[in-house]
């Protein structure tokens, strides 16, 4: 018989000595643990080898676009050091993978045509993506006016939408909607797969991009395959690798903007703390300005979006880039730097995607209603960046609304973009630009601008002015125009020795120069 043993401490307390029954228990239970755990490690080991290794990137799909007449790109990893074959349209060809299990292949360029399949082979492992077409593909970028979705967004609808969306169908565009995603360090890969371009997939997908692939694809032929890595509200720094925000000094600024956002960032969240428990014991909100949430935070870091969602789609051929940005480097500390800021983003994606003479095409900021002079800053920053090689710049002025910052026509932003790459991009005879200064000359008490496309330039009918001219004492006043040929004479009675000039030097610009294709002029200052 097993008797309950009873002991007494060196405090005098009463302790009961288990049963042998019980210290057998507290022995064996930790070595049934021991041995279950034991077990269910062999059985996720075992697992883990069942697992596929071979895996390809989010940009490699089915259904996807790849860049004609290029040298074909597929990669993705396996198994360490294990041989793949890549088969594509009666090519083969095989690879290694590295120590890490990554591999890389090339396949000779093909010109335009499928549906094709492609299929991936590996160790008694295989993939195959189907519907696959040789085309163009087209990287669009930026923030809330790229990323505005072709239905629209609550109190701010696209311009017939309805429409739009029925008609979606265009079995020639693939769409790429890459999920949002930051990070401190460069990604490998995305959240996100090629479809079919349909009112379903269409609808949540940026509508300046999609309507540029519409009449690209109509237009050329041409399978279209087009990406939206976009997020709203944010900075071009976000978008440039740290590689060159670090190595360039003149875009130190941009260190120095993130860090008065951050003190922002920890202002709000402080207030609205304050705000939190004013409400709590029934008082009053203390009154308040607009602060950042702490979730901006993550998207409006220097590289962060170029870690998380353009880093990924290095490896890709493009056919060219699309960007619509500024909006948010508009503030009267960023907008002055704007120009060295987005001159060195361009640089920065073409040597990263190791094409120097990669096309880039972009939006210019439209009109909208806004405080200070940041506004016709960013956008006359835009238009020098023009002397960038192989870039080129829808001009929107006339299509803004003053009290949307997202206005509801995104079909004329798609169909100038479209004209620019037609132009400079497929080397189609046809006008894409407004007119556009280039030079300015002094003509006693008056200062003469020229525009190149400037066929038959002319005011708008309702033309109330935008022209303004500034001594050596840079004051400027209104100025009175008079359209001769490809220039306009620019006078006033306050400035009897001109010395410059400038338009559209405003938020909200309602009056415009245009020529023979009704196209605008880009806000420009000739000062320094």
């Not at 026509?409 to 497929?426: E, I």
């Not at 080397?427 to 008056?446: D, Q, V």
Request: net charge negative.
């Amino acid at each position: 018989m097993l008797v309950k043993r009873v002991a007494t401490s060196g405090f005098g307390q009463r302790i009961d000595l288990p049963r042998r029954e019980e210290r057998y228990e507290n022995v064996r239970r930790p070595a049934i643990k021991q041995y279950l755990f034991f077990i269910l490690f062999l059985t996720l080991c075992c697992c883990e080898v069942a697992v596929a290794q071979l895996r390809l990137p989010h940009m490699l799909t089915s259904h996807m676009v790849l860049q004609r007449d290029s040298p074909i790109h597929i990669w993705g990893w396996a198994s360490y050091s294990a041989d793949v074959s890549i088969s594509f349209h009666d090519q083969l060809t095989e690879v290694r993978a590295d120590d890490l299990g990554r591999f890389s292949a090339w396949l000779p360029s093909q010109h335009q045509g499928g549906p094709y399949s492609l299929s991936v082979t590996s160790k008694g492992e295989k993939i195959v993506l189907s519907d696959v077409l040789m085309g163009d593909v087209w990287l669009a970028s930026g923030q809330s006016n790229m990323e505005f979705p072709l239905q629209g967004w609550t109190g701010a609808p696209l311009k017939n939408a309805v429409t739009e969306l029925a008609e979606a169908t265009h079995p020639l565009i693939r769409l790429l909607h890459v999920a949002r995603q930051s990070s401190s360090y460069p990604l490998e890969d995305v959240h996100g797969e090629w479809t079919s371009c349909a009112p379903a997939t269409a609808a949540s997908f940026s509508a300046v991009a999609y309507f540029f692939a519409r009449e690209v694809s109509e237009r050329e032929q041409v399978p279209i395959g087009i990406i939206d890595s976009t997020w709203g509200g944010t900075s071009a720094d976000a978008w440039m690798s740290m590689d060159t925000l670090s190595h360039d000094a003149n875009l130190l600024p941009a260190f120095q903007a993130r860090a008065a956002f951050s003190n922002l960032v920890s202002e709000g969240a402080l207030r609205r703390e304050r705000a939190d428990k004013s409400r709590s014991v029934g008082k009053p909100e203390p009154a308040s300005a607009f602060y950042p949430e702490p979730s901006f935070e993550a998207s409006h870091q220097p590289a962060f979006l170029y870690n998380g969602m353009i880093a990924p789609l290095l490896p890709l051929q493009l056919k060219g880039i699309l960007w619509y940005q500024g909006e948010s480097n508009a503030d009267e500390n960023t907008a002055p730097f704007y120009f060295t800021l987005f001159s060195a983003l361009i640089r920065d994606w073409r040597h990263q995607f190791r094409n120097e003479e990669l096309p880039f095409l972009f939006t210019q900021i439209s009109s909208f209603h806004s405080s200070g002079d940041g506004w016709p800053i960013v956008r006359d920053s835009q238009r020098r960046a023009l002397a960038l090689r192989n870039t080129a710049m829808a001009v929107t002025l006339d299509v803004g609304e003053a009290s949307n910052v997202h206005p509801a026509d995104k079909q004329s932003v798609g169909h100038r973009l479209a004209l620019t790459a037609l132009a400079t991009v497929y080397a189609r005879a046809i006008h894409f630009s407004g007119p556009t200064f280039y030079k300015a000359t002094i003509e006693n008490s008056a200062i003469r601008v020229w525009f190149s496309h400037a066929e038959d330039l002319h005011l708008s009918p309702d033309f109330a002015g935008g022209f303004e001219i500034a001594g050596k004492d840079g004051r400027f006043v209104a100025a009175r125009p008079t359209v001769e040929g490809s220039s306009v004479l620019l006078e006033s009675d306050a400035v009897m020795s001109p010395q410059f000039a400038r338009y559209g030097w405003t938020s909200v610009v309602d009056s415009f120069v245009l020529n023979a294709d009704e196209l605008p002029a880009s806000t420009f200052t000739t000062a320094p």
